[in-house]
């Protein structure tokens, strides 16, 4: 008896195990599965750049080629074209890095922002910036003239939109500011965004067919929530309440370059909690931009994923530049590190609240780094050992040519500070939030429930939650067991199976 209800057991069960095994993997499923192929392709697009610029000629001093190639790969790949304003979707093919697949609104219609106003956050009215990035349809949105954008909730995305902010001097401030949540390709260009201060407790839409109750927001300049092929290029940040840019559970595919950071505490947030494991998949490139006056921290500020900080121009810090726990891998190639003056801050690594002995093995890489006035930085795993140089590419060049790489960052034309004259009632520079985002938990249409409560758009995608099979094994195995231990122990189910019969049932 007991060889025959072991062998159905076996047969029963081994149906489930590529289903199990599905279930117990916390690898992100957009995640690149080679990161070190997408850093060398990086370095590749750089130098590239940089010896087309050379063999032409095109020297720093020449002041008529200042706005083409300049040896930055994004820049050169569309700038030099006179006639972009009448191709602006050129600029979804000059992505790099592990948000290169970012498509943006490519392929959507051009949409007009011609109203700065945002009186309502349920019903949006048509020509608004909030009207425009909660539809559908992939969209590609631009601006009729300067704007600024005083928001009175979360500015939240719907998947497939392009923020392109070329041609016009537009800045986005006030309540909650960008929220992308569950989305995905998302493309922010050339905008300022600055003064975030939390905002919430109220209903706000996030597609056309639904809206819902939002908690309190941490005041994050652009808060990303479990989404993924996501780029930030060219834009200005500064003065938020929280953080400048915060990614969080389990977001990935994010490339952040040629931006301008100032004024701020806790610049940059990389990854939920030490805990959360999703964000080991967590992928992040962070280039060409200038991190640049009265900064404090977080540089970024990363946990468990994979980080290429690379041709960045860091200026300013009080405490630290870049920073980690839960063992990340922080791979930083070419920057210049200018180390304060206080002789308590020149480590531009952090390991936040982990002992030596839990962070030797870390791998953090410094290869081609320029470190200014004492600057150091206290590599870690790999970075320490001949290994690590098998995957190096970036040239010492890359690093010394850093003021023409990040010559541009922030937003193009005009000035790049955001510290214009403008009221702020309630604003902070930079503060500690718990680096999570307001929640929709009620429902204005139709929904589905995600993490936590969270209620989103039935145009999202739906955040991870464990598979429904995962769950029914916790009641199929043990009842299975019980009947194991029954066919075993008494007569219960003492029915004879005969070597032909058993076949029949299988």
Known sequence: MLPDTCILLFCFLSCFIPFIGASLNLTLPHQHPNPEAVVQEVQRRVNESMSRRQMLGVWENDQSSSTCLTGNPIDDCWRCDPNWAANRQRLADC??????????????????????????????????????VIQEEPLWIIFSGNMLIRLKEELIFNSFKTIDGR???????????ITLQYISNVIIHNIHVHHCVPSGNSNVRSSPTHYGYRTLSDGDGISIFGSRNLWIDHCSLSYCRDGLIDAIMGSTGITISNNYFAHHDEVMLLGHSDSYSPDTGMQVTIAFNHFGEALVQR????????????NNDFTQWEMYAIGGSANPTINSQGNRYTAPTDPNAKEVTKRVDTNEKDWVDWNWRTD????????????SGE???????????????SAALIDQLTMNAGVLGGSRDNSASISYPGYSNGGSGSGGTGILTGDGGGGDMGYFG?????????????????????????????????????????????????????
């Open 454 to 506: 969270t209620m989103f758009g039935s145009s999202a995608p739906r955040s991870p939650s464990p598979s429904p099979l995962l769950s029914s094994l916790f009641i199929i195995i043990p009842s299975l067991l019980f009947i194991l231990y029954f066919s075993t122990t008494s007569h219960f189910f003492h029915i004879p199976l005969s070597p032909s019969s058993l076949s029949s049932l299988l």
């Open 383 to 397: 970075g320490l050992g001949a290994k690590y140089a098998l995957a190096s590419s970036v040239e010492p060049k």
């Open 167 to 177: 041609g016009a001097n537009v800045h986005i401030t006030g309540g909650g500011c």
């Open 299 to 310: 540089m970024p500020r990363c946990r468990r994923g994979y980080f290429h900080v690379v």
């Open 95 to 132: 992505g790099i890095g592990f948000g290169a697949a970012a498509l943006g609104g490519k392929g959507g219609q051009i949409y007009v922002v011609t109203d700065s106003s945002d009186n309502d956050a349920v019903s949006p009215k048509p020509g608004t910036l909030r009207y425009a």
């Open 368 to 379: 081609g780094d320029i470190l200014v006035n004492g600057a150091f930085f206290v590599p």
